[in-house]
């Protein structure tokens, strides 16, 4: 019997899709496995609305995100909603009323879909898993590495060994370009600044161009930059953001000696509501950000660091994971054994004429044949 619908009706919006067997399983799996990693660190795990009520949700830090949030009109209350572009707001909502009373630093972790107006990806997806963990409550270089050592972690955990950390501070181009330039000509340094055009920087920087070159141009291995930071004539406001970078990397070597750290100093880009040090996470050799994350302001005064996972980018990076093996069951045959030996069971509802190909039909590995636990390809 054909039981197929009209194609029309598989036709999605752009940008979402299906995710089917197996690659389904596997991002359940993988996220899972992060989120265990998470809770033995002392994170505990929160769940936020998919969405909330528009001038709660882009309040705030959130307020960043108004562009990407598709908004609804909530038909009990009347008040627009919007759908998450991103968890973190959520998470500092939660900190700042549900929690406030909460022993501080407060440790929180979640996982769950964003939706949003435009894809930021190459891949073109609206709807993206996020994974990913707050730490709130402590300003110190040991809870910024700790946000990134557990990130690094948890990726190490699916398979991911070779991982790098770029760090910056986006705090600072604004500040210095603020105070090299003004109108029209601090616009177009900006942009010559996040373009990496180092002519242009030296054209346009004034008294401060060779500063701005020498960190433009410092930007690579973390020794260099960090160098090029304490040579560099910043403004006294700027100076502990430059010290707290610092003390960050030697925490990190401490702790991962065989971690690649790189530094940008004058890169801001996609860092908007961030303060302090922030990074990104890479794989060598796979183009994509696997997250990204750093120090912000929770709700109106309170220091937070954070990070965040691009689920779907992660699992793009990592291992194919081994297939799971799964048994054919004939009627009547019992598989707890099985299940609590780390099979999948597949029972059959009626009898069938041969185990052995009714097992490959389903997909099975395994097929349960006289009593013997059996692997297909040797049947």
Do not use: W
């Amino acid at each position: 019997m054909d039981n197929a619908l009209p194609a029309s009706l598989a036709l999605l919006p752009a940008g979402l899709c299906d995710l089917l067997p197996p690659e389904a399983e596997t991002e359940a799996r993988a996220v899972e496995t992060v989120m265990a990693v998470f809770a033995a660190h002392g994170y505990a795990r929160v769940r936020p609305p998919l969405l909330e009520f528009e001038d709660s949700l882009l309040g705030g830090s959130g307020a960043a995100l108004a562009e990407q949030s598709f908004r609804v009109m909530d038909p009990d209350s009347h008040r627009m909603m919007a759908f998450r572009a991103d968890i973190t707001p959520q998470i500092a909502r939660i900190a700042t009323t549900r929690l406030t009373n909460a022993a501080r630093p407060l440790r929180l972790s979640y996982a769950g879909q964003c939706i949003r107006t435009r894809s930021l990806q190459r891949e073109g997806e609206r709807q993206v898993p996020q994974v990913g963990i707050e730490l709130i409550g402590h300003d110190s270089a040991a809870a910024d590495a700790e946000v990134m050592l557990v990130g690094v972690e948890a990726l190490v955990a699916i398979g991911l060994d070779r991982l790098s950390l770029d760090l910056t501070l986006p705090a600072l181009a604004p500040v210095l370009v603020a105070a090299a330039a003004t109108g029209e000509n601090a616009r177009l340094l900006a942009r010559a600044l996040d373009r990496k055009d180092a002519a242009q920087v030296a054209a346009l920087g004034g008294a401060a161009a060779p500063m701005l070159t020498d960190l433009l141009l410092a930007a690579g291995p973390a020794d260099q930059a960090l160098a090029a930071l304490a040579a560099a004539d910043l403004p006294a406001a700027m100076r502990p953001l430059a010290d707290r970078l610092t003390q960050v990397v030697a925490l990190l070597r401490a702790r991962a000696p065989g971690l690649k750290i790189t530094i940008d100093p004058v890169e801001f880009r996609g860092f908007r509501y961030h303060t302090g040090v922030t990074f990104t996470v890479f794989s060598p050799g796979f183009g994509e950000e696997l997250g990204r994350g750093g120090r912000y302001v929770c709700g109106d005064a309170e220091p937070a660091t954070g990070l965040t996972l691009f689920a779907d980018s992660v699992l793009r990076a990592a291992p194919i994971p081994a297939a799971r093996q799964t048994v054919f069951l004939p009627v009547g045959a019992d598989g707890a054994a099985l299940r609590a030996a780390g099979y999948a069971t597949v029972a059959a509802l009626a009898a069938v004429d041969s185990i052995a190909s009714e097992a490959r039909r389903l997909g099975c590995t395994h097929a349960m044949i006289d009593g013997q636990l059996s692997v297909l390809k040797e049947i």
